[in-house]
């Protein structure tokens, strides 16, 4: 069971974390983290992992540049001396069983009380998918369970952006139109992507 205070206002920080209190927070697999609603939005960068480019890092960039205060959840296990882990804020480690329930979790959340960011890149040359596995399958299964959670409640915040030869796009543009019943915004560039979901959070709880 996921503790009650999770939404508690208090937040204990050591010297380092102190420091970092002034910018982003960064919440990683399998961690339970609290989340400060007074702090700033939660963001969930959803997309390719394996073979994605480390576009979650400019991601958090490009957030950053318009908000100072946010939490970012990312599903990803960096090595250690990956820019963003100076960022990281944790309360309980390895809490959750599965990276998948931790990111239903933080999905659910950031749904309502911030804003979910599918970026959809090609996959990198220079560093492709090496487990042979197809490239971005999480990510299509995620993006068919919020195409059919938008339609049945369009207020939760979801926006999706995908460079334009992303294998796919045609139908996933075709099928979010045909659910949700109008042209839904698909953005062609990250920055363009980042920007929406920030309108979108400002719109509401900014």
């Known amino acids: 069971m996921i503790p ?3 939404f508690s206002t208090h937040v204990v920080f050591n010297s380092e974390q102190r420091e970092r209190n002034l910018t982003m927070r960064i919440l ?3 961690a339970l983290t609290r989340i400060d609603p007074a702090y700033g939005p939660l963001f969930f960068l959803a997309g390719p992992v394996r ?3 480390d576009w979650q890092k400019r991601g958090c960039e ?3 540049g318009s908000i100072r205060h946010f939490y970012a ?4 296990h960096y090595q250690e001396g990956h820019p963003l882990l100076q960022f990281r804020v944790v309360d309980i480690e390895n809490y959750f069983d599965r990276r998948t329930a931790w990111k239903r979790y933080y999905l659910n959340m950031a749904a309502i009380g911030g804003c979910i960011i599918f970026w959809l890149p090609c996959e990198s ?5 090496a487990d042979n596995n197809p490239y971005a399958m999480d990510t299509r299964g995620e993006l068919g369970e919020w195409r059919g959670r938008l339609t049945n409640d369009h207020n939760l915040r979801v926006v999706i952006g995908a460079e334009p030869d992303f294998p796919g796009l045609s139908q996933i543009q075709c099928n979010f139109n045909s659910g949700l019943g109008f042209e839904f915004p698909i953005y062609s560039t990250l920055s363009q992507t980042i920007l929406a979901a920030i309108r979108q959070v400002k719109a509401v709880i900014l």
């Open 125 to 129: 040359k220079a560093n492709p998918r």
């Open 4 to 6: 009650l205070l999770l």
């Open 28 to 30: 990683l697999p399998k």
């Open 51 to 53: 073979g994605g480019d």
């Open 73 to 76: 959840a990312i599903p990803c």
């Open 62 to 64: 490009e957030i950053r």
